[in-house]
């Protein structure tokens, strides 16, 4: 039977995961130069159309409908042909339209973290087809191998629950392909990039925080205690992540910033994403709380290291937090908060959720490097990646759009 309660639940989830994607271009867009912050957001905007066409086309059937070597889906739901009002497989308390509606929005927002590695110096007509293959080649197995019925990695017991693997892991190891591939912006080795809009940042952190309880709380797929459990995981986790990147701030820089701030919510919510529904609220504390640290290393010392230009940080702190998050669900997952997992944690004294979640982790990296590769090749077939240098030197928002987001300040980049 459908349960009402439950159904109205998820629809509100699924409305509140919606608006990530644009909190994602304010936070993504108040870092980029005013001559490319149109761009920017356009990068996020454009992908809630096509995404949501793709889904309805054939991205639900390839993600959840049917099963073929535990790798891909089928094809009977393809244009939601049978996916209507009565439970479906995988949550039976909710319409299967509903699950759909849900699953969706996350196929929405996860190929817009790629954007922000790239961002300053790739064609739109690149990005647009990179993100329709990427979607196909990457994210609906991922999905399905995940989440689906029959999916290889649900079928060797590593779990994630909210999208570690499928959303974070993914969209970050690519976000570092990709860049690699398009190289660094043309004054990337002299010039001072400083964010434009501070207060877009923080409306962008705001929105994000906002959508991911409806992210993570509604992965429970139901209103209910495990529901609940999700929600105090990612607000607690969140909390304390914001506290340390504060502390790494004053300690390396001497005062605290809004965008660090900002910028540690994030990543908090980030690392307890596939743990949300496994993990005890005292365990989220010291996810929130190393996964900041970890992510100021990569983003301030191994990139500079390594000299690689992702541009937002995409890698740093969605690669890089999905993976020690997903190595921490390992560790702390207790079937005492979700019977689903097959064994105890690590810290529990039992080694193979930890080693489920190792084998995920790596398969999920290789299913995204092999993926990018492949789409950059399809692209490179149809046009070229990268802008020409005059129009990066004029900015993306004139130069693809020719739209500017600031009129008044023409000449000041």
């Known amino acids: 039977m459908i349960d009402t309660g439950s159904t109205a639940f998820i629809m509100i989830c699924a ?32 992908i809630i159309g096509l995404a949501t066409v793709m889904w309805f086309a054939f991205g639900y059937a390839l993600a959840f409908g049917g099963n073929h070597a535990g790798i891909i889906g089928g094809s009977k739901w393809f244009f939601l042909n049978g996916v209507g009002m009565k439970a479906g497989p995988y949550a039976k308390g909710i319409p299967n339209l509903v699950y759909c509606a849900f699953q969706m929005m996350f196929a929405i927002i996860t190929p817009a973290l790629i954007t922000g590695a790239v961002a300053g110096r790739m064609r739109f007509k690149a990005l ?36 570690g693997n499928v959303v974070h ?38 929105i994000l925080n906002f959508g991911w309880f409806g992210f993570n709380a509604g992965s429970a797929l139901a209103a209910n205690g495990l529901a609940a459990q999700a929600f105090m995981t990612s607000a607690v986790s969140a909390a304390c992540a914001l506290m340390t990147w504060m502390l790494m701030d004053v300690i390396v820089n001497g005062k605290p910033t809004l965008i660090g701030a900002s910028t540690g919510m994030v990543i908090g919510l980030v690392a307890i994403t596939p743990g949300a529904g496994f993990v005890p609220v005292w365990a989220s504390a010291i996810i929130g709380a190393l996964a900041s640290p970890i992510c100021y290393f990569m983003v301030s010392v191994v990139k500079k290291r390594f000299g690689y230009d992702d541009a937002l940080d995409a890698f740093g702190c969605h690669g890089v937090g999905g993976i020690f998050g997903g190595l921490m669900t ?14 105890n944690g690590l810290i529990f004294g039992n080694v193979h959720l930890f080693g489920a979640q190792v084998l995920a982790i790596l398969v999920t990296i290789a299913v995204a490097i092999v993926g990018t590769l492949i789409c950059v090749f399809l692209v490179k077939l149809i046009t070229p990646l990268r802008v020409e240098s005059r129009d990066e030197a004029i900015g993306l928002d004139r130069a693809e759009h020719d739209e500017v987001a600031y009129p008044s300040f023409n000449g000041l980049d």
């Open 15 to 46: 409305a509140l995961v919606f608006f990530m994607t644009p909190g994602l271009a304010f936070f993504y867009g108040g870092m980029v130069r005013r001559k490319n912050v149109v761009n920017t957001m356009m990068s996020s905007f454009f």
């Open 128 to 163: 647009f087809f990179f993100i329709l293959f990427w979607s196909l080649l990457v994210y609906y197995p991922l999905a399905h191998m995940v989440w689906g019925e029959g999916g290889f990695l649900a079928a060797i017991g590593s779990v994630d629950f909210a999208g």
């Open 169 to 206: 892991i993914s969209s970050g190891i690519s976000a570092l392909v990709l860049c690699l591939i398009l190289g660094k912006r043309k004054d990337y080795s002299y010039a001072s990039y400083r964010v434009h809009n501070i207060p877009f940042i923080a409306l962008g952190a705001a």
């Open 330 to 343: 390992g560790v702390f997952g207790s079937q005492a908060i979700n019977p689903a997992l097959r064994w």
